[in-house]
């Protein structure tokens, strides 16, 4: 399996190495051509109103609302939920997303930057190991649309949701060194959505 991951902002090596870690090619995307490489997107922390104007800029923007609404896998992280969210809330003015994940998230839910924190959390994949997860002027997700699983929430607020072909956290697993988001993106989002298109 080829893993794209969006190089247009945001922490880009991170999710690279993790990605790499569990196996897969990892092939960074900026432009149309090495999106087509691609079996599965994903889209790494950092700014999603930046992310979503350079997509604009490079050409990508259309392009990727269109793979993924088609059904190619992909995974957010933080800014890159926001993204995957067919609806925002406390969003820029005219801010844009590639949606296809049936959530409302609200932007910089936790607070400022100031407010960041991690906890130890429990993510719903089948192990009992709690998770570390780093939260950086994170969103929480509002509402979830009918098909799409909560598998992690604080304080009552979902936090980490999958759908069929997309998985998005709010927190950053890419800055912990623990692979196991990433790998269930892999074995379990992914592989399995990929497989059912074939
Ligand atoms: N608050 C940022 C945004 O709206 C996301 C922050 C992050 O990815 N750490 O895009």
Known sequence: MKVGVLALQGD?????????????????????????????????????????????IFGLF?????????????????????????EILDAKIGQETFGGLDITVRR??????????ESDIAFNDG????????FIRAPWVEKVGTGVQVLAEVDSHPVA??????????????????NRIHRYFIEEVARAALQQVQ
């Open 108 to 117: 910089n839910a936790f607070g400022r930057q100031v407010d960041s924190f």
């Open 127 to 134: 192990s009992d190991a709690l998770i570390r997860a780093v």
């Open 12 to 56: 880009v090596r991170e999710h690279s190495e993790a990605l790499t870690a569990c196996g897969v090619e990892v092939v960074n995307v900026r432009r149309p051509s090495e999106l087509a490489q691609v079996d599965a997107l994903v889209m790494p922390g950092g700014e999603s109103t930046t992310i979503a104007q350079l997509a604009q």
């Open 161 to 178: 949701v999958r759908s069929k072909s997309i998985l998005a956290t709010s927190f950053h697993p890419e800055l912990t060194g623990d």
């Open 62 to 86: 259309l392009p990727i609302r269109e793979r993924i609404a088609h059904g190619m896998p992909a995974y957010g992280s933080c800014a890159g939920m926001i993204l995957l969210a067919d």
